[in-house]
């Protein structure tokens, strides 16, 4: 097991979304072991492994639940240092492109893509004025090879999702911010599969055969296996760490 430095992320105060369950949970206490000051939302509980006044219960995929998400996170931490947006995920039913109606739609954009507009213009400001942030957005492979039928709308939401960061960069880095975006491959958890479900009831076949058509998709995974929630977490601290002012990391 790889050793974490406690004092990593000390003083650095980090907002996250979804830090309850899969990715989000692994990057949370990555994040909390190296010293940081946190706070997430989610709709679900919260675990044991988020303290009482790290969590706030709210629906990202709301404009409101996102202002009790940014209005807590000032309140708690007294500002923000970075954001973690590692929301997303796919609800739609399987059937195909003609399946979906704007109501499908419109869920995947706002859990996919504005969750995460809305809360960087809400807590961006404060950062910009401090000069200095990160911020990174999780997209996900699909967003460059989509797969087909339940996830054809996820799929858009995180290419969008990747070219509003891009975007987003080039506005917010000469102000001494930087804005980076993990697009994982396929990673091993109760949503993915809940994805496999979804497909296999939808294309009438084995749950097996779903996930050798999901790992096809891909282009094929050379280690065989998806990845796991702590391997993502650890791409992202690193890329939320950066340098420290008159300690540049080597």
């Avoid at 090879?145 to 858009?156: E, G, S």
Wanted: proline share 6%; charged share 20%; net charge neutral.
């Amino acid at each position: 097991m790889m050793s974490i430095d406690p004092s990593e992320f000390r003083d650095r105060r980090v907002v996250i979304t979804a830090g309850t369950k899969g990715a989000g949970a692994a990057t949370f206490q990555r994040l909390a072991a190296g010293g940081a000051a946190l706070i997430t939302a989610a709709r679900s509980e919260r675990p044991d492994f988020v303290p009482p006044e790290a969590f706030i219960a709210a629906d990202l995929t709301t404009p409101e639940g996102v202002a009790t998400l940014a209005e807590a996170a000032i309140d708690r931490l007294g500002g923000v240092d970075i954001i973690v947006h590692v929301l997303g995920g796919s609800g739609s039913p399987g059937g195909g492109f003609m399946a979906l109606d704007d109501a499908c739609w419109l869920a995947e954009l706002n859990l996919n893509l504005l969750s995460a507009v809305r809360l960087d213009r809400a807590l961006l400001p404060g950062m910009i004025a401090r000069g200095r942030g990160a911020v990174i957005h999780t997209a996900s492979i699909q967003h460059r090879l989509p797969l087909h039928d339940a996830t054809i709308a996820y799929a858009a939401a995180k290419a969008a999702l990747v070219t509003y960061s891009k975007a987003l960069s080039k506005e917010v880095g000469p102000r001494g911010l930087r804005v980076n975006v993990v697009s994982p491959g396929w990673i091993y958890t109760d949503a993915a599969d809940a994805m496999v479900k979804r497909i296999a009831a939808g294309a009438g076949t084995t749950e097996e055969a779903a996930r050798q058509s999901i790992l096809d998709a891909l282009g094929g995974i050379p280690i065989g296996r998806p990845a796991r929630p702590d391997e993502v977490a650890e791409v992202i601290a690193f890329l939320a760490v950066g340098p420290r002012l008159g300690h540049p990391r080597h």
